[in-house]
């Protein structure tokens, strides 16, 4: 077994090392989800947006930073 099985990285390491692979792949997942034609109003577009939130949520637990992955305009 991998000591990983055995014993979870501290909290801090774990988003310094996994992190960046995780934020790739919630990037990737909200990007399809935000340009995806589901109908507004729509109880699928209702949890497509929870999970947009909650893909928002999680790049601030990693980052610090709940906007992460909105498009940042020029100031």
Known sequence: MSRRANKPL?????????????????????????????????????????IISRIDDMAEMITGDRTHFHIKMHS
């Open 10 to 50: 501290p909290i801090e390491l774990f988003r310094k090392v996994e992190g960046p692979e995780i934020l790739k792949k919630l990037g990737e997942a909200r990007q399809t989800l935000c340009q995806s034609p589901i109908p507004y109003g729509t109880p699928d577009k209702l949890v497509a947006n929870d």
